[in-house]
C-alpha cells in the first residue's frame, strides 16, 4: 500500500451528518472512505485530460434506473458509459 498523509479538514455539524448517514447506511465502511471517494471525484474532475471536459449533472431517480436498466442488459459497459450514450444520441438528434 502507497504510503498517506494525513489532512484535517473542518466540516460543519450538517456534513459530519451526512457523511455519517452514508457510513451508517452501509454505502461506506468508514468516514475516511467517503471522504477518499469525494476527494477522487473533485481531483479527476479539476485534472481530467486536456481533450476531455468533466461535468456533473443531476439526474432523476426514475432516470438513473432507466441507465442503470441499460447496464444490467449490457447495452452499456458503465452508469457513466449509459449517460455519455444518452447525451450523444440526444445531441445527434438536436442537430440533424
Known sequence: ??????????LSAEQIALIQHL?????????????????DQFLSTRFSPENIRRITVEIPKDSALKLETLVNDGDSVSF?????????????SRLM
Open 23 to 39: 457510513v451508517d447506511s452501509g454505502e461506506f465502511e468508514t468516514v475516511t472512505d467517503v471522504v477518499r471517494e469525494a476527494m
Open 80 to 92: 457513466d458509459d449509459a449517460i455519455r450514450n444518452a447525451v450523444r444520441e440526444y445531441t445527434r
Open 1 to 10: 500500500m502507497a504510503a498517506t498523509d494525513r489532512v484535517t479538514v473542518r
